[in-house]
């Protein structure tokens, strides 16, 4: 079956940083996004792993490792703007589909 | 930068009605798909679109839903006879030819009363 494991809520404090993990069992996989999703909005592209390692983008780092079936979003100097649900998202296997599999998503609250 | 827009925002509608959701994908975009989201549950894969027909759909996507790309840039769902278990926010979603660059629009809310 599909699966996909992200702790359900965080806490961290302002200015600090946050590692959110995510494993996945899938019986394909081209590729991982992270996304953003404020409570009512849409979920908001953050990065996206295909190969082994770490991808950065300004305050977020995402990491990769296809063998052991896991990632993780790194969120440095954190703001309260950041309190938000990641979600962690596999693509199935290259085609015509390219529908992505959600995870349950980590809530992310940041405190003062 | 560009953008996927859905109307309406918010729906209401009485339980066996038919409803259609609207959405305008990204305009180079070759992909198209539709997402469902219960509130405080994960979001979920229901129906992709790709060169003019269904490429893939979930067990949620049965005989009361249909898609269409009526012209080149619209994209619809409809839901032929809404039922309560309906209720949900909607997205719509585009992506690329590499099946990358894939944006959200900002949802649909139904509620079926």
């Known amino acids: 079956g599909q699966n996909i494991d992200q702790p359900t809520e965080m806490t961290a404090t302002e200015g600090a940083i946050v590692q959110i993990n995510c494993t996945y069992q899938?019986?394909?996989?081209?590729?991982l996004f992270w996304y953003q999703q404020h409570a009512g909005e849409a979920p908001t592209f953050l990065s996206y792993n295909v190969l082994d390692g770490l991808e950065e983008k300004g305050r977020f780092s995402s990491f990769l490792s296809r063998s052991k079936g896991y990632s993780y979003l790194l969120l440095k100097e954190l703001q309260m703007k950041d309190s938000a649900s990641y979600l962690c998202?596999?693509?199935?296997?290259?085609?015509?589909?390219?529908?992505?599999?959600f995870g349950t998503g980590t809530l992310l609250a940041v405190q003062p | 930068e560009p953008e996927v827009t859905q109307t309406p925002s918010h729906q209401v509608t009485q339980m066996g009605q038919e409803v259609i959701l609207r959405c305008v994908p990204i305009?180079?975009?070759?992909?198209f798909y539709w997402y469902r989201q219960i509130l405080g549950q994960k979001v979920e894969f229901l129906v992709s679109f790709y060169n003019n027909e269904i490429s893939e759909k979930s067990e949620i996507f049965d005989d009361q839903f249909s898609v269409e790309r009526p012209d080149g840039s619209n994209f619809t769902l409809k839901i032929r006879s809404t039922k309560l278990e309906d209720s949900a926010m909607y997205f719509c979603a585009s992506s690329d030819g590499q099946g990358i660059g894939y944006t959200f629009g900002s949802g649909t809310r139904l509620t079926v009363v």
């Open positions: 998202a596999v693509r199935d296997a290259p085609g015509a589909t390219n529908k992505l599999i």
């Open positions: 899938t019986s394909g996989f081209n590729g």
């Open positions: 305009s180079n975009h070759l992909y």
